[in-house]
């Protein structure tokens, strides 16, 4: 099993930019589609980006599109979600996800499809 951890949230001002990191162990994580979560209190967890397992292929929410810039580098076994122009609305804890496939080019859009979750990064937008 692959072992997710996330960093780089925080605190930002609306209009900031924050750039998340997933980076993984203990498997190579070219064998994973991976995805972006995120949960707002009372909330249930949403998707917000995915990429596929070569990196041929994204999908964004459209409360992000244009804003967030999912990526994934195989050699430093990390994914990337970089966030710009950020709201308060996209206040919530981050979530990693990583599916494990034989696939290169399938998208993953359920949470219960991802098998490997971090243990999540708060970003916090002030307006």
């Known amino acids: 099993q692959v072992q997710l951890v996330e960093s780089g949230g925080g605190l930002v001002q609306a209009g900031g930019s924050l750039r998340l990191s997933c980076a993984a162990s203990?498997?190579?994580?070219?064998?994973?589609?991976m995805g972006w979560f995120r949960q707002a209190p009372g909330k249930p967890r949403e998707l917000v980006t995915a990429i596929t397992r070569n990196g041929g292929n994204t999908y964004y929410a459209d409360a992000v599109k244009g804003r967030f810039t999912i990526s994934r580098d195989n050699a430093k076994n990390t994914v990337y979600l970089q966030m710009s122009s950020l709201k308060p609305e996209d206040t919530a804890v981050y979530y990693c996800g990583g599916r494990s496939t034989y696939s290169y080019g399938t998208l993953y859009y359920a949470s219960e499809q991802y098998g490997n979750w971090g243990q999540g990064t708060q970003v916090t937008v002030s307006s």
């Open positions: 203990g498997r190579t994580l070219a064998m994973y589609a």
